[in-house]
Antibody
């Protein structure tokens, strides 16, 4: 069964850093892309970043230079390193298996940026 | 960046009725690379349609997608109680990938 599972969310102060993990099962992260999407409280979905099967990365302008995607193929896991966090980064962060669209989503991990 | 505008913002309908949701793009979406998702409160999005008209695995045939270029439609032929939710379109024909603002389908 194809599954992705996010972890690593929590409370962080403005300007701080956090690393989210997306553990994949039922498929290899070197065979499929993975993307990160977030949803601020009561708001819609925002595409953030992604890594293709070949390892190429893409970022939304809103996080370029602050967020970095990486992966550990041996753990079949993708990471989202988030630096210089701002209050408006507060959201549920989802990862999804990505073929241009997300066909399998995790349940999300909540990131709260607050002093 | 391709901006997706969904309308209406809220659709109030009764079970058994037909729902028609619109997604309009600010520029043509390459190869009709458009997807639709359903999201219920407290849950992750669920893929319904990809490539504008292809149902994802396990999606009932009361859900159908159509359109090309800049105008796309998601139709739910007969609303079931579990279909009341928020629906998002998303394009993957251009970079960055973008989502529409969503349409809430609520019980009338």
């Amino acid at each position: 069964e194809v599954q992705v599972l996010e972890s690593g969310g929590g409370l962080v102060q403005p300007g701080g850093s956090l690393r989210l993990s997306c553990a994949a099962s039922g498929f290899s992260v070197t065979s499929y892309g993975i993307t990160w999407v977030r949803q601020a409280p009561g708001k819609g979905l925002e595409w953030l970043s992604g890594m293709s099967a070949s390892g190429h990365t893409h970022y939304a302008d809103s996080v370029k230079g602050r967020f970095t995607v990486s992966r550990d193929s041996s753990k079949n896991t993708l990471y989202l390193q988030m630096n210089s966090l701002r209050v408006d980064d507060t959201a549920i962060y989802y990862c999804a298996r990505w073929s241009g669209y997300g066909d399998s989503w995790g349940q999300g991990t909540l990131v709260t940026v607050s002093s | 960046e391709i901006v997706l505008t969904q309308s209406p913002g809220t659709l109030s309908l009764s079970p058994g009725e037909r729902a028609t949701l619109s997604c309009r793009a600010s520029q043509s979406v390459t190869n009709s690379y458009l997807a639709w998702y359903q999201q219920k409160p407290g849950q992750a999005p669920r893929l319904l349609i990809y490539g504008a008209s292809n149902r994802a695995t396990g999606i009932p045939d009361r859900f159908s997608g159509s359109g090309s270029g800049t105008d796309f439609t998601l139709t739910i032929s007969r609303l079931e109680p579990e279909d009341f939710a928020v629906y998002y379109c998303q394009q993957y024909g251009g970079s960055p990938r973008t989502f529409g603002g969503g349409t809430k389908v609520e019980i009338k």
